[in-house]
């Protein structure tokens, strides 16, 4: 049900790339409260998702745009302007890759190359995202820019390799800018840690399936879906919260909080007592068919 939340706002929106994309969610709520969008994605993206049915059904354009390079940034933001006609009020990077994942490169066996354009693609282009709409004065004065994260920034998750870092440095990065930009113009800077979900980036990470179950068991809510998440980036762009800025705010059903929930400590029980029996029956570790 619509409320209006955001009428007479206009927003850029970095990163849908199919109906599995939180920023898809996020641009089709927004409009449904009442803004203005423009949606973003680099040139091989557009070709490669289905962000032009998007624009469509939102009544707006696709402008290509490389986050990593300054000059894609400035072209994009100048057309975006120009599209509204003047400045905007919102924008959500919504952007992450690791070649190491991709590649299959754990995480003691990283390509320092490879690592280097996760941090570029995932972090360091919001660093630039932000650099560039400052420099233009693009935003309007209590604004709101929105990354989207995960806890593995805070806590070692296996399988979520060099991501992990790129998340860190990303949040480092909202509460410095979150600072520079609040104190010049009021625009406010946050990052939301969502559960796992399954995004097509999301998809690649390892264990994926088993880390949402994990994570699903261990929230007393359960985790927060693409759709929850793109509720909850509307009231950060909504003026319902302009006083809450360089926050990492965890939208994960309460996973964040917990220790061990009873639901996983019975799956743990039951795994236990199935090593237990297998190690009494086969004490050698494996039968002898299966050496």
């Known amino acids: 049900m619509a409320c209006n939340l955001l009428k007479g706002k206009k927003g850029l929106i ?22 203005e969008i423009v949606l973003t994605n680099t040139a091989v993206s557009i070709r490669m998702g289905t962000i ?24 994009l933001i100048d057309r975006t302007m120009e599209h509204f006609g003047g400045k905007f009020d919102f924008m959500l990077h919504s952007i992450g890759m690791s070649p190491n994942v991709r590649k299959g490169r754990t995480y003691d066996d990283l390509d320092y190359g490879f ?78 840690s969502q559960s796992p979900t399954a995004t097509t980036a999301g998809k690649g990470v390892m264990g994926m399936s088993d880390l ?31 006083k809450v800025t360089m926050q990492n705010l965890y939208h994960d059903g309460g996973f964040s909080s917990m220790g061990m929930s009873h639901r996983a400590m019975k799956t743990y029980e039951k795994g236990m007592r199935f090593d237990d029996v297998h190690e009494h029956q086969f004490p050698f570790g494996v039968k002898e068919e299966e050496k």
């Open 14 to 35: 970095f990163g849908a790339l199919n109906e599995d994309s939180i920023a898809w969610k996020v641009a089709e709520r927004a409009v449904e409260e009442g803004a």
């Open 52 to 75: 032009d049915k998007l624009a469509e059904k939102c009544h707006t354009v696709v402008i290509p745009a490389d986050a990593t390079s300054v000059e894609d940034l400035e072209q």
């Open 115 to 192: 690592l280097q354009k996760t941090l570029d693609i995932s972090a360091i282009s919001f660093h630039k995202a932000i650099q560039v709409v400052r420099h233009k004065d693009a935003i309007n004065d209590w604004g709101s820019i929105v990354a989207l994260s995960y806890i593995a920034a805070q806590r070692t998750l296996y399988g979520y390799n060099d991501m992990a870092d790129a998340k860190a440095l990303l949040e480092s990065i909202a509460r410095s800018f979150g600072y520079i930009y609040g104190r010049e113009k009021h625009v406010r800077i946050n990052t939301v």
């Open 212 to 242: 949402m179950q994990f994570a699903d068991s261990m929230s007393p809510l359960g985790n927060a879906t693409a759709e929850d998440c793109a509720n909850y980036v509307l009231t950060l762009f909504s003026d319902f919260t302009r």
